[in-house]
């Protein structure tokens, strides 16, 4: 029968997200059952008597009001047999990887009912060690985001796998591709062992077909870097744990210039400082913008990007390294001069142990000058390692640039765009998404509706990297399989399967593909044992790539190098940054990440060009000014805003934003930078052009005021001053323990928890901030609501400068409930919504709440949050998913705040008290932002175990209650910012504001 | 009652009833008013007040519905012009209790023309107050009843009582309580002359149900008396503490610029200041409409507006004293929160309540000013403008710069904001009108009581 209205199982939006399980199996008595427009059960009429007929339709007018009584017919399967492992409510925990920018990390993903919740690091993968990043928490609400592309299209119309599958067989044959000349792949950054496999198969099939590896955000240089240094193809290392002195050249190695979060985990173990008596390490950083690293520098300079190689020659020739004499414009000449001294000093005075490494905005040219310096330095081998690389690098902007051309004149029989969003990001001179149309047949696969699905012929949904196999060597080598959590909620498809569909593998499976790859390296009779060894562990056991010894010569980088690095000049230049939301606009959609707001500079739902307040000066510009940068035919339009300390004549753009085919969230967000980005101008276009548009736009940021307004908020000192006087920091500001107006707690026996944030480790990456959102369901609020002041974050970084306005230095402070023993918060609420449990958390009861927020009002931190509006209101169905079970979602009109994630503590008692009634172990409850932080820089635990990291942490004397002379006594306690400046070179900045 | 005037001269020169006025006058001038149509400026006036009363009602329903979030409120100023209009409004309803019962108490004649209003008065500005308690909260359906110590489910799920808010709760129903029955108190033999008048038989009946079956008879007399002491008595300790209570709502909070032991005197100093203002600025109305100059007189208006300059100058030398501590203390929180009010983005606020509430009420010290009905109007005004500032300026500009300045912003009132207030101010007057329409404006009895002393003593001095 043909139906009336055609249901497509997999098009599903709104309320019914999988009406049963025989749906998401997708069975064909299903597939039959929901096409036809009576499911079975109707009865015909074929009786011919009159009063027969009579009868029915009296009945059924009757019965007409049933029709909402109709239940579809579900098969319902009982846990006769259980399966195996599985507590209905109990959370399971799996490893996986996650790629980010060809490199992968490790992560271990929290399910319940069949679906992830929560992303963690995995503790044994030697690129996460437990943490993760803001990025990686947010991929997890990708993968319910509403917007995502749910259905295979051909040329705007609905089409299904089989159909492309068809079409693919035919398209991807011998006869039509010959010898494969006019098919080319355009992928993103892949480290995948099996992918690499299919790869060679894919090349032996068609010896003529290209492969592009492309990434907007371009972390290239260094490798680029390295084989020019030494010769060959390797993978450079930075062991920032071993090094006392580093020097950052434009890299925000802390930040977004690192795939991974493995530098932080490093350079943090040597920036805390336990006793008196350990040795902090000391950071040097030049840079344009304000960057994390930045932020914990202990010596910055200023600096523009397309000057940094004429610095690092400088360097090199202070080091004797046989440099070029060049000059280097900029900040005054003698401040300079006298960093790369100092700088120089410092360094050769730690041979061996020092590090000094370039960011990704940097040609390979100065990277290769940056090997040549370590060389001389004595650091390779040390400090510097290098490694076979996990995958080849490939000059991704040249073989872009050929590409164009091919398909510009009509070269390309077929284009496969795998994952990404090309479209988007390449180089605006390319015109990339015109260059697709001109491809005889295209063929995109994406997450979501974005601007390169729209410019495809073959639209194919792809599978989230939750839903899909796959595996990812990390930089190191070591080879972690993923595997997927839930069935892919859209039918989508991994790049790995769609791979093997154009290579003509069978079968073209993920599951398969991994499996078969990976159980060929085994012998047969371990390999069922490795298999699952492999996916418990997160990682697979086998010989780690050995390091290899590459020697560098440095006169032979040097000569490399020199021809080819630019002189510093005068000259308004613009640099290109990944968004510390958007990242490269794969976040756009992510509300997570939209509200997140930027580390630096706060401001959420939007990017902004930032620039140096003598600059704005110099040009008549203030915060909100739109202006229009061109270069050439190139012109964009984007807000300005000054940030302190960053370099004069240089602009910081943000990439990610102004995208033009997003879902909800994104769509239309922020202004696109990518605009001005041309194949010569892909990191620095120099020498731009700037005009006033004389209009102001609205930028919306969390934090309205920077200084610290003289306050003992973020107490600093020196490594030395604390080392002669550690009783210094407590004395900033009486801390006095009075008496209490009502009676006090007994806080004698048992769990009485506390936490301990260093600030010394803190690098405000914001990583916290998402967990804990992701951990407690926190709502998103959008931009008019973060304006109005109304952002729900539980934890927010107050980002506080000091020193001048030029030459800024910054210090973060993590903020959430204090959780005070004698909490101001609690005495003022008229129900009694908040009230002080006996292991010494303020509990928030939202069920009683009645909103009158004395306690929002009372609190000194302000940390609570008020449900102003209902958030959660009109929340879609499948992002419903992401909620964590364990946490209420907070209805309007009630409180909330951070609770110490006292979900996880309880969920830690019931569990010890089953396993025999034992008492928690140190490290067994993690609060959420601890568990995520990559730099270690929070710890949680009993305080009344005398043993517990944070009882011992809080034993420092460095450590501080904030507010303490309000007598409400916080368990949560700071320990102070130390800084190690090199006492020969000036403070690093003139407290004269602080 | 004995006759304890202390000095019968200086009370009653210029005489408290003029114009040769008799018992008879009283009664019929005063119920007159209730039995006659309205003067159109009445109807004007009730037009335009009901029609703001409804738009108080549909901004509180799209506030129930929708959410705190249609108020201008946010992190960190949870409370704006919610709090602000709540204690501008119980502050100026001490005005009514203080004339009802302080000034009873001491003996002062000349309240008696004004109290039965001002007690009026009082009632509807308790009744405006008392919106926002309960609609500022993000669950007033729940705050209903879990804000009063009723049995539960749960046997032993009391309330916070160490909280300001429920200290509140206890001190305004107690208040408007009290002065619901001393007003009613005072109010049954008036309502039994209008029940003697009435000609129509609904109205008699209605004001006879009200008057309780007044008969005028001695005992009855003595009854009402003791009732009325033992009332008055009761509402002294009110118009203390009722505002001392409600500034425990700061003064017990950690904020700097909250945090003071002088909020209950200057916060009382403060009500009677603005209440007096408005009692002012409805008498004045009043009186020339309804041609009551001959009982509500010149001397009467002269009177409050001493109290005005006199509560106006402790309210000026509050601020001074504020100052002078938050420098003293050498506290950095509590400087910076002043130096913040009077210099800071909430400058504006702060001059216009320096303006209005130090400035305008010296110009009481001309005698000009203090009989003109006219132009103590027009100060009266600015004296409530000047005093609604004086607590927007204490929660905003404390509140949204406090100890962290991460946490620093701006509160701006919406749409809803200032809807909903000119609503309450709506209602509280369509409130008033119907009063005035419907009940006797005067306390009659308690004129007769003056006149008969006036009469005495004019008498004794003919003789």
Request: with cysteine; proline share 5%.
């Amino acid at each position: 029968m043909k139906p009336l209205v055609e249901i497509n199982p997999t098009r599903l939006t709104g309320k019914q997200y999988w009406r049963s399980l025989d749906q998401a199996a997708a069975t064909p008595e299903f597939q039959e059952w929901v096409t036809s427009e009576f499911p079975e059960g109707y009865a015909t009429v074929d009786g011919t008597n009159r009063r027969t007929l009579l009868k029915l339709m009296g009945a059924s007018f009757g019965l007409a009001g049933l029709t909402a009584c109709r239940r579809p017919v579900e098969k319902i399967l009982p846990f006769s047999r259980a399966s195996e492992g599985y507590i209905h409510g109990q959370p399971l925990h799996y490893a996986s990887v996650a790629t980010f920018n060809g490199t992968a990390a490790g992560v271990i993903v929290t399910t319940i009912e069949g679906r992830p919740i929560k992303i963690e690091g995995n503790p044994k993968h030697p690129y996460s060690l437990g943490a993760t990043n803001a990025h990686l928490q947010a991929s997890l609400l990708s993968l319910y985001d509403p917007d995502r592309a749910k259905e295979v299209q051909h040329k705007g119309a609905r089409s299904s796998w089989d159909e492309f599958a068809a079409w693919a067989k035919a398209e991807f044959d011998v006869t039509k591709q010959g010898d494969g000349s006019g098919l080319r792949i355009v992928s993103e950054r892949n480290a995948s062992p099996t992918l690499a496999s299919v790869r060679t198969d894919l090349s032996k099939r068609f010896p003529k077909a290209l492969w592009v590896e492309y990434e907007s955000v371009n972390l290239d240089a260094a490798r680029a870097g390295a084989a020019l240094a030494t010769g060959q193809s390797v993978e450079p290392h930075f062991v920032f744990d071993k090094a006392d002195v580093v020097f950052s050249l434009d890299c925000d190695f802390l930040g977004l210039d690192s795939a991974s979060i493995l530098p932080v985990k490093q350079f943090s173990k040597r920036r805390r400082v336990e006793q008196p008596g350990d040795k902090m390490n000391r950071l040097y950083v030049a840079e344009a913008n304000y960057s994390l690293t930045g932020a914990m520098a202990d010596h910055r300079l200023r600096v523009k990007v397309g000057d940094a190689g004429a610095l690092a020659l400088e360097l090199a020739k202070e080091l004797n390294v046989s440099g070029k004499e060049l000059k280097v414009l900029g900040n005054a000449a003698d401040k300079t001069g006298k960093f790369v001294t100092e700088l120089a000093k410092d360094l050769a005075e730690h041979k061996g142990k020092s590090i000094v490494v370039a960011g990704p905005r940097q040609p390979a040219a100065v990277h290769a000058l940056v090997f040549a310096i370590n060389a001389t330095l004595g650091n390779i081998g040390q400090t510097v390692a290098f490694t076979k690389p996990p995958s080849e690098l490939t000059n991704s902007l040249e073989q872009v640039k050929q590409l164009v051309a091919d398909l510009d004149a009509g070269k390309v029989k077929t284009l496969v765009l795998l994952g990404g969003n090309p479209v988007y990001t390449m180089p605006t001179d390319l015109n990339f998404g015109a260059a697709v149309k001109k491809a005889a047949a295209s063929v995109a696969l994406t997450e979501e509706e974005n601007e390169t699905w729209l410019a495809s012929e073959w639209r194919l949904p792809m599978a989230h990297a939750l839903e899909c196999w796959g595996d990812a060597r990390a930089l190191d080598g070591t080879a972690s399989i993923q595997q997927p959590m839930i069935e892919p909620l859209y039918g989508g498809r991994s790049v790995l399967e769609v791979a093997a569909l154009v290579a003509g593998r069978e079968p073209a499976t993920g599951y398969g593909l991994v499996n078969a790859f990976w159980t060929a390296q085994w012998p047969a009779a371990e390999r069922e044992k490795r298999w699952k060894a492999s996916l418990f562990d997160g990682i697979v056991a086998e010989a780690k790539a050995a390091a290899v010894s590459v020697p560098v010569d440095a006169k032979k980088a040097l000569a490399a190098a020199a021809g080819r690095i630019e002189p510093a000049r005068a000259g308004l230049e613009a640099a290109f940054y990944p968004s510390h939301s958007a990242y490269d606009g794969r976040f756009a959609n992510n509300a997570w990440m939209q509200e997140a707001p930027d580390p630096m500079t706060k401001v959420v739902w939007d990017n902004v060009a930032l620039i140096s307040k003598t600059t704005a000066g110099k040009l008549g510009l203030r915060d909100g000014d739109l202006v229009s940068l061109s270069k050439g035919q190139q012109k964009i339009d984007v807000p300005v805003m000054v940030q302190p300390g960053h370099a004069d004549d240089s602009i910081s753009l943000f990439l990610g934003y102004g995208r033009a085919a997003c879902g909800r969230v994104g769509q239309g967000v922020g202004h696109r930078v990518e605009g001005l980005r041309t194949t010569d101008h892909f990191f620095l276009v120099s020498q731009v052009d700037l005009k006033k548009t004389g209009e102001t736009y609205q930028i919306v940021t969390t934090q309205e005021h920077h200084r610290m307004e003289g306050r003992p908020i973020v107490r600093e000192a020196s490594s030395e001053e604390y080392q002669k006087e550690p009783a210094a920091i407590k004395e900033m500001a009486e801390s006095p323990k009075g008496l209490t107006l009502f009676p006090f707690h007994d806080y004698s026996k048992g769990y009485q928890w506390g936490m301990s944030i260093d600030l010394s480790a803190c690098i405000g990456c914001n990583a916290c901030l998402v967990a804990c959102q992701s951990e407690n369901n926190i709502a998103v609020v959008g931009k008019d609501q973060v304006r109005r002041g109304r952002e729900m974050h539980w934890i927010r970084l107050d980002r506080y400068y000091t020193g001048s306005d030029e030459e800024a230095q910054v210090v973060t402070q993590p903020m959430a409930c204090q959780q005070c023993e004698n909490a101001p918060c609690e005495s003022v609420c008229p129900v009694a919504a908040t009230s002080h449990s006996p292991e010494g958390l303020n509990d928030m009861a939202y069920n009683r709440c009645v909103g009158t927020r004395y306690c929002l009002n009372n609190c000194p931190y302000k940390v609570r949050r008020f449900n102003f509006l209902a958030w959660n209101k009109d929340v879609p169905e499948v992002r419903k998913l992401v909620f964590n079970p364990d946490v209420t979602v907070r209805m309007r009109g009630v409180m909330e705040k951070c609770t110490y994630c006292v979900q996880r503590i309880e969920r830690g008692k019931i569990a010890a008290n089953a396993d025999g009634r034992r008492l928690l172990r140190e490290g067994e409850v993690v609060s959420a932002c601890q568990q995520v932080c990559p730099a270690d820089a929070i710890v949680f635990g009993n305080i009344n175990d005398p043993q517990s990291r944070v009882s011992k942490l809080k034993k420092q004397a460095r450590d501080y209650e904030l507010l303490g002379e309000l007598n409400i006594r916080p368990r949560t306690t700071y320990l102070a910012r130390l800084r190690n400046p090199n006492p020969a070179l000036e403070p690093a900045a003139e407290k004269e504001n602080p | 009652m004995a006759d304890l005037a202390i000095d019968h001269d200086f009370e009653l020169s210029p005489p408290l009833v003029q114009g040769g006025m008799t018992y008879a006058d009283v009664s019929e001038k005063v119920s007159a008013i209730t039995e006659n149509k309205p003067p159109k400026q009445w109807y004007y006036a009730i037009a335009v007040t009901s029609l703001m009363t409804l738009m108080l009602f549909g901004c509180l329903t799209y506030l129930v519905t929708t959410g705190i979030g249609v108020w201008g409120n946010n992190n960190p100023v949870g409370w704006g012009w919610d709090i602000t209009n709540f204690v501008w409004w119980i502050g100026i309803g001490h005005a009514g209790t203080l004339i009802s019962a302080i000034l009873f108490l001491f003996r002062q004649k000349w309240r008696t023309s004004i109290n039965r209003a001002a007690e009026a008065m009082t009632l509807f500005a308790v009744a405006s107050a008392g919106i926002y308690p309960l609609f500022h909260t993000g669950r007033p359906w729940r705050a209903i009843y879990w804000l009063f110590p009723l049995p539960n489910s749960y046997l032993h799920l009391w309330q916070n009582f160490r909280s300001p808010l429920m200290w509140d709760v206890f001190a305004v129903s107690t208040y408007a309580t009290v002065s619901a029955l001393f007003w009613f108190t005072g109010l049954i033999p008036d309502l039994a002359t209008l029940r003697d008048r009435a000609t129509n038989r609904i109205r008699k009946l209605v004001f006879g149900l009200l008057s309780l079956g007044w008969r005028g008879s001695a005992s009855q007399w003595r009854h009402y008396e003791l009732a009325y002491l033992i009332l008055a008595g009761l509402s002294t300790p009110l118009v203390l503490s009722v505002h001392s209570i409600v500034s425990f709502d700061f003064a017990t909070a950690v904020l700097p610029g909250w945090h003071t032991t002088i909020f209950p005197p200057y916060f009382v100093a403060g009500a009677i200041f603005s209440g007096f203002a408005m009692v002012v600025t409805l008498m004045t109305v009043a009186r020339w409409v309804y041609n009551l100059e001959n009982l509500i007189t010149i001397k009467h208006l002269e009177n409050m507006c001493k109290v005005i300059l006199a509560t106006g100058s402790i309210v000026g030398f509050a601020y001074a004293t504020e100052f002078f501590i938050a420098w003293y203390s050498g506290n950095p929180y509590e400087r910076f929160a002043f130096m913040n009010r009077a210099f800071g983005p909430y400058c504006w606020a702060y001059w216009t309540m320096i303006t209005c509430n130090v400035v305008v009420p010296q110009l009481f010290w001309f005698s000009k000013f203090r009989t003109t009905p006219a132009l103590m109007f027009i100060l009266a005004i600015f004296i409530n403008i000047g005093m609604w500032f004086e607590r927007f300026v204490i929660i905003a500009s404390s509140l949204h710069r406090d100890f962290l300045p991460a946490s620093w912003g701006y509160f701006t009132p919406t749409w809803v904001d200032i809807c909903t207030f000119a609503g309450t101010i709506g209602m509280f007057l369509t409130l008033f009108l119907l009063f005035l329409r419907f009940l006797p404006a005067i306390a009659m009895s308690e004129i007769k009581g003056v006149l008969y002393q006036q009469n005495q003593q004019q008498k004794g001095a003919h003789e």
